[in-house]
């Protein structure tokens, strides 16, 4: 099976902008959640979607949201950019026992 | 607060010491914990969950309620062990939820030959 995959993998915008990252899981797999990872606060939760509803959320600004199609891909959007929102951000699909993690989208803010 | 505290931002020993990483959480209940392992330029992945009490490529955790940890441990270090070390929890226990998890800030081990 294909793994999970991440577009795009690099990203840089300026303050204030919004960015919109994407996420497809691996086949068969109904539950996404997202991270973010940063040097200082290490890997964050953001949400977790299952079956195209959130089921769990991080606590991070409203700016953050995201969604789940029913292909199961999921997006996440970051709206009004802060330079604080540099970081990587791991998507991963998750079996319930497992979370299989993508190889992130790199986004810096300038 | 659930929390998961990794004291140790680098442990270094030598191939064939043993090694240990150690892990503490905070939690009510009981927990679900896991060790994730990121070797270099690969993707975070599993490398063992408490309740499968499974020993995957030579390392085995124990879970100790009392003390809140649950360090990992080798007795034999090999070169191809050095990687980013990952503590984490289900703060929704057992049976809930793996979705949401709690990870510690990681320790990078590094064994040298």
């Known amino acids: 099976k294909a793994g999970v995959t991440q577009t795009p993998r690099y990203l840089i915008k300026t303050r204030g902008q919004q960015v919109t990252l994407s996420c497809s899981p691996i086949s068969g797999h109904r539950s996404v959640s997202w991270y973010q990872q940063t040097p200082g606060q290490g890997l964050q939760f953001l949400f977790e979607?299952?079956?195209?509803?959130?089921?769990n959320k991080g606590n991070f600004p409203g700016r953050f949201s995201g969604r789940q199609f029913s292909n199961s891909r999921s997006e996440m959007n970051v709206s009004t950019l802060e330079l604080g929102d540099s970081a990587l951000y791991l998507c991963a699909s998750n079996t319930g026992v497992e979370q299989f993690f993508g190889p992130g989208t790199r986004l810096t803010v300038l | 607060a659930q929390r998961v505290t990794q004291p140790e931002k680098l442990l270094s020993v030598f191939k064939g010491a043993p090694v240990e990483l150690k892990c503490n959480y905070s939690y009510s209940g009981s927990p679900e914990l896991f060790w994730y392992v990121q070797y270099s330029r690969q993707r975070l992945q599993l490398l063992l969950r408490h309740i499968s009490r499974e020993s995957i490529k030579g390392f085995t955790a124990d879970l100790n309620k009392g003390e809140t940890s649950f360090h990992l441990k080798k007795p034999f270090a090999q070169e191809e062990d050095s990687a980013m070390y990952y503590c984490?929890?289900?703060?929704?226990?057992?049976?809930?939820?793996?979705?949401?998890?709690?990870f510690g800030k990681g320790t990078k081990l590094s064994v040298k030959p």
């Open positions: 979607y299952f079956s195209e509803t959130q089921r």
């Open positions: 984490a929890l289900s703060p929704e226990g057992y049976g809930g939820s793996q979705g949401n998890l709690i």
